[in-house]
């Protein structure tokens, strides 16, 4: 079975830092594009980072630009999301997704076929 687990979410104080884990089992993330999303309450899902497939390219959206990284480890399988510099306006669940090969548009949800379960990230101010 294809399962991504996500973990590594908490509360931190503005300023702080976390880093999510991503853990793949069924599939090799080396040959799979991993995409970070995250969903505040009431408003839509969030295409926030994405690692490409073999190269690694990677794609940053503009609020999270110079703060946030992605990185893979292909020897644990596993896909981080390291958050520097939290704002309380990233306050969200945070997914991790997975899609074999490219997506089309690697920050758009709609491009990604397996998901893993979220977690919680709290920011205070």
């Known amino acids: 079975d294809v399962q991504l687990q996500a973990s590594g979410g908490g509360l931190v104080q503005a300023g702080g830092s976390l880093r999510l884990s991503c853990a793949a089992s069924?599939?090799?993330?080396?040959?799979?594009?991993i995409g970070w999303f995250r969903q505040a309450p009431g408003k839509e899902r969030e295409g926030i980072l994405c690692?490409?497939?073999?190269?690694?390219?990677?794609f940053y959206a503009d609020s999270v630009k110079g703060r946030f990284t992605i990185s893979r480890d292909n020897t644990k399988n596993t896909v981080y999301l390291q958050m520097n510099s939290l704002k309380p306006e990233d306050t969200a669940v945070y997914y991790c997704?997975?899609?074999?090969?490219?997506?089309?548009?690697?920050?758009?949800?709609?491009?990604?076929?397996?998901w893993g379960q979220g977690t919680q990230v709290t920011v205070s101010s």
């Open positions: 690692i490409r497939s073999r190269e690694g390219r990677t």
């Open positions: 997704a997975a899609i074999y090969g490219y997506p089309n548009f690697p920050l758009s949800a709609s491009g990604y076929a397996y």
């Open positions: 069924g599939f090799t993330v080396d040959d799979h594009s």
